[in-house]
């Protein structure tokens, strides 16, 4: 088969990652700007654009099939991206336009989890599903949900964040305002929170700093309450899980992120808790997996899958 | 332009009813059996051919477009009903294939909520959106949901069941065997149920036996306790539908059945609570709307409509 190529870009608050995607999902080179030196949109597209072009000429490739772009709060419909409060432009950023304007091909915008699970549908191992979510877990918990085979864009572009759907009501304060999100029980910080909360509840004082993969290390050296975070945390996300297979029934749920490899201290709890949250029609129908996509260029791979 | 003609399906545990829908929306003729009197399903589905072949008979119609079936646990994919707990055949129905074999046209199967979901976009207030919901409360709580103007099936049939999203984990014991669904908050049990812990809080004995309607006649002659029943229905319904937004982001969530009668009670403060726990980019998006079709026939139109 002959080979194609698609630009994926992951546009984080500190780097933008631009990559050269193969349709067999191997990203063969890769250029990064600075995101936090840019203050001007226009700006910093010609430097995107610039880079596409040298990508192109160092690796002798004449044509793309077009640019896929991941980014906080990107828009699939309107090509912008919308008040991403993690990066330097403030305001709507017409990202598609800016770009489409400087060089001639297809460009797609969405938001970072939206691309992971189209990625892992292209690329990874959702390649035979047609209903699936993929979970992101980190400084926030986000979600791409697909169904019939496209992603659930909604009606304006933003469906897909599960990490804001409230778990508890009334429960922990979330940045986003509101309360009981389940972005503050499974996102690296809400676990960090849970373990502290743990420590105070048995009257030891908790570390100044942690993180989950420290956490991970003290269960793994037999900590007992590093253990029980775990657990804590696979049932909070067991019952979230559960409400999503209401909503879509998806053959599969994958999971990425830090808190992931955790592995069998979060994943043994999870599946038991999934189990028995889920409303007794979908019991056993519905698999709880792990990303297959390679973790370095899942935000590339997902930004070039929606252009494949 | 020219009419067609589908014959819309509604089985339901003490009849089922044989509708000859019009391609305006319009039942023009009604069949009904007694599905209790049925202890097989091959009579069963032999009747209602007979059923079929005598609506269209009286009413001179020599070809129909298909055959929509809306039933409990009706499943879109198998064409089969799979163990509805109100029905008098036990196991697995093979309703599209018995019908099939005796009529020569398209059947298809679904459950109720979600043809009723496709009777609004047929029908209804739903025929230009591509992504909204619609809730049905009554004795359960069903839904049916549209996402890029398809339902959302998933991956076994069975998607849509919003009614056993846990709401509060660990709260009020449900039907299904799981605790804190949403059914068990805002179906008319579920009002009842909270009518009847108001009282008790203030020291009245509760009715024995109260319905939704005569909560909303004493909400209507200013009984404080009724009110305040229908203001905590709303916060929980409120809550529910946001976090149904962070799924799908619909356009419109569309509301129908019996405690929807309560008017201003419900809308009003729901209006209020989905308002105050939405997610900051779907504020002032979503439409909360009562359902447009007309009451009696939701069922049929809705059955109908599948096979539009």
């Known amino acids: 088969m002959t080979q194609t190529y698609a630009i994926g870009i992951d546009i984080g608050g500190t780097n933008t990652d631009i990559g050269l995607v193969r349709s067999d999902g191997k990203c063969i080179a890769h250029k990064i700007l600075s995101t936090q030196t840019y ?60 770009i489409s304007k400087k060089i001639d091909t297809k460009v797609v915008v969405t938001n970072d989890a939206n691309a992971a699970a189209y990625g892992e549908k292209i690329y990874g191992g959702a390649k035979d599903l047609n209903d699936f ?12 949900i697909v169904v019939n085979g496209q992603l659930v864009y909604g009606h304006d572009g933003c469906a897909g964040e599960l990490g804001h759907a409230t778990l508890y009501p009334g429960g922990r304060m979330c940045s986003c305002g509101r309360r009981g999100c389940l972005e503050q029980y499974t996102s690296a910080r809400g676990i960090v929170q849970t373990y502290c909360e743990l420590c105070k509840d048995d009257g030891i004082t908790p570390p100044e700093k942690i993180t989950c993969k420290e956490i991970t290390e003290r269960a793994d050296s037999g900590e007992l309450l590093a253990q029980k975070t775990w657990k804590l945390t696979a049932e909070h996300l067991g019952i979230a899980l559960a409400n999503a297979v209401t909503f879509s029934s998806p053959k599969a749920i994958f999971l990425m992120g830090g808190p992931v490899k955790a592995g069998h201290w979060l994943l043994d709890p999870l599946k038991v808790a999934f ?6 029609i979908f019991k056993g129908k519905t698999e709880i997996l792990v990303s297959k996509l390679p973790e370095n260029d899942v935000a590339i791979l997902g930004a070039a899958a929606l252009i494949q």
């Not at 010609?46 to 880079?51: N, W």
């Not at 979510?133 to 791409?144: D, R």
């Not at 189990?275 to 007794?280: D, F, G, K, R």
């Open 39 to 98: 203050s001007d949109a226009e700006l910093y597209t010609d430097d995107i654009v610039s880079a596409i072009q040298n990508l192109l000429k160092e690796n002798e490739i004449s044509h793309i099939e077009g640019i896929g772009i991941g980014a906080p709060n990107g828009n699939y419909y309107t090509g912008t991206i919308d008040d991403a409060p993690n990066l330097p432009f403030s305001g709507k950023i017409f990202l598609k336009d800016l």
């Open 133 to 144: 979510i993929l979970i992101t877990l980190g400084t926030g918990v986000g979600s791409g």
């Open 275 to 280: 189990n028995e949250n889920i409303l007794s």
